[in-house]
């Protein structure tokens, strides 16, 4: 059965789970459109700014209680030149997830949470092209609570009436 909710802002109902995610890391997305030109190599996977700062696409997935399916925040975490090297060494091989963890900092602000920019996670390599996994930090920050606690399918509607329709 798929998962399905009803919407408190449109009144529908809707099936599947949403996710919601960054185009870009937030440095990238603070830059004028020329800037970006002249500072940054970006890809659907990978970022890198002025050489020197790395990022990579991941997801962090929370628990939703009676889904099979979590909810995914796409989103962008920094990794050091080592650990963005090895990310890179063996990006296009289907068995990965032996390579890492490598420590990061989420590199997205996500909208229904105090400040997300700069938590600390583990990014986790997944294999078969899946886009890596994030784990947060342990701490009391309501995102990562979620992510170890799960929410309700009534907190997904909330989420989905915020982002889509602003409510």
């Known amino acids: 059965m798929s998962f399905s909710f009803l919407c408190r802002s449109c009144g529908e109902t809707h099936t599947g789970m949403p996710g919601f995610g960054a185009d870009a890391p937030w440095l990238y997305e603070q830059m004028a459109p020329a800037e970006r030109t002249a500072r940054c190599q970006m890809d659907s996977d990978a970022c890198i700014v002025d050489e020197e700062y790395c990022f990579v696409r991941a997801t962090i997935d929370v628990p939703v209680h009676g889904s099979d399916e979590p909810f995914s925040w796409g989103v962008w975490v920094s990794l050091s030149g080592d650990s963005f090297d090895a ?32 938590l600390k996670t583990r990014v986790h390599l997944r294999d078969d092209g899946l886009r890596p996994a994030i784990e947060l930090e342990p701490t009391d920050h309501p995102l990562a609570v979620e992510q170890r606690d799960g929410i309700t399918a009534e907190r997904v509607a909330g989420l989905y009436a915020q982002l889509l329709h602003g409510s």
Do not use: I, M
């Open 87 to 118: 990310w890179d060494a063996c990006f296009h091989e289907a068995r990965r997830s032996h390579v890492g963890p490598f420590f990061g900092w989420l590199s997205t602000r996500l909208p229904a949470y105090p400040d997300t920019l700069n």
